[in-house]
């Protein structure tokens, strides 16, 4: 079965600096996408970055990067030079059939 | 080019009461998901529709059922409320089926049960 597991419930960061979300996953598809998704306070749900898990290269998208380790089924995002927008609610989720399987989120602050 | 739209954007509804939660999917997507987001929680897949057809069901009881037009807009009724169906309800469209195609979301619809 599908799981996603994010550890950090909450987190913060200093404008313009770096941090780390966590997550781990357990599938038994070799063919399978993650996902990690952004939710302001807004509550639309937008997409941050997408990783395809026969890809060893990791994703990024400006800002943002992943770490995916796919032997130990981790799928880290990075966040650079962190900014104020960024505050949210932040989703890990893994797509390997019709359905999407999401973490528990983790809230991310940033501070001025 | 319209994003995915859903209506109401909150609502109340009693105990023991029906509601129907409504998606507009984007232009030229034909497939649709649910998914119910508890407060403080991840989304929850419900099902997926493909073509008017549901094609794929989380762990959710049948007076969760849904429905897919022609034009690929899709309602989520549910009947018999429970308190526990307070939540925030998610559609997302996609313009496939299958795990290649990105999924667009909804802003969503707050339900409230009292």
């Known amino acids: 079965a599908q799981t996603v597991t994010q550890s950090q419930p909450e987190m913060s960061v200093q404008e313009a600096e770096t941090v780390t979300l966590s997550c781990t996953y357990d599938?038994?598809?070799?063919?399978?996408?993650l996902f990690w998704y952004k939710q302001p306070p807004s509550r639309q749900m937008i997409l941050v970055i997408r990783?395809?898990?026969?890809?060893?290269q990791n994703a990024t998208e400006n800002r943002f990067s992943v770490n995916f380790q796919k032997a130990a089924k981790s799928f880290s995002l990075k966040i650079s030079d962190s900014q104020l927008g960024d505050t949210a609610m932040y989703f890990c989720a893994l797509r390997d059939n019709n359905d999407m399987r999401f973490g528990a989120g983790t809230r991310l602050t940033v501070k001025p | 080019e319209t994003g995915v739209t859903q209506s109401p954007t909150h609502l109340i509804k009693t105990r023991g009461q029906q509601v129907t939660l409504r998606c507009s999917s984007q232009s030229g997507h034909n497939t649709v998901s649910w998914y119910q987001q508890a407060l403080g929680q991840g989304p929850q897949f419900i099902f997926q529709y493909y073509r008017e057809e549901e094609n794929g069901r989380g762990n959710f009881p049948p007076r969760f059922s849904g429905l897919q037009f022609p034009n690929y807009s899709s309602e989520l009724n549910v009947n018999a409320l429970e308190l526990d169906d307070s939540a925030l309800y998610l559609c997302?469209?996609?313009?496939?089926?299958?795990?290649?195609?990105?999924?667009?979301f909804g802003p969503g619809t707050r339900l409230t049960v009292t």
């Open positions: 990783q395809e898990a026969y890809k060893q």
């Open positions: 997302a469209s996609s313009p496939g089926l299958g795990t290649t195609y990105e999924q667009y």
């Open positions: 599938t038994s598809e070799s063919n399978y996408y």
